[in-house]
């Protein structure tokens, strides 16, 4: 898995990028098909904006948050990504289960 994280006018300290690498590490764990990761960090006048793009295969998910505090918002950005991972992850699964379903139903 590729991880990519870039800061937009403000630097990507070692501890912020480790911030960033142990909040993810639960939403791979959920989805275990994720092929690549882009996370964003900017700062624009008093807003810390954070924005993540995951890649999997057929689809790219993206999320952002912007908050008054970088840390608070990489916090809720991961939240809100693990949220649509499991939703796509559930939704993948619902998929194949109505092919199967079908398929016996056809025979």
Known sequence: ???QIS???VEVTPALRQYVENKLEPVVRHFE???GVTVILSVEKLKQKAEVTL???GKDVFAEEVSDD???GIDLLFDKLDRQV???K???QDHHRGQKAS???AE
Do not use: D
């Open 1 to 3: 898995m590729n991880i």
């Open 86 to 88: 499991q939703k796509y």
């Open 33 to 35: 098909r994720v092929t």
């Open 103 to 105: 398929q016996h139903v």
């Open 90 to 92: 559930q939704k993948m």
């Open 70 to 72: 970088l840390y608070a």
């Open 55 to 57: 890649h999997v295969p």
């Open 7 to 9: 800061g937009h006018h």
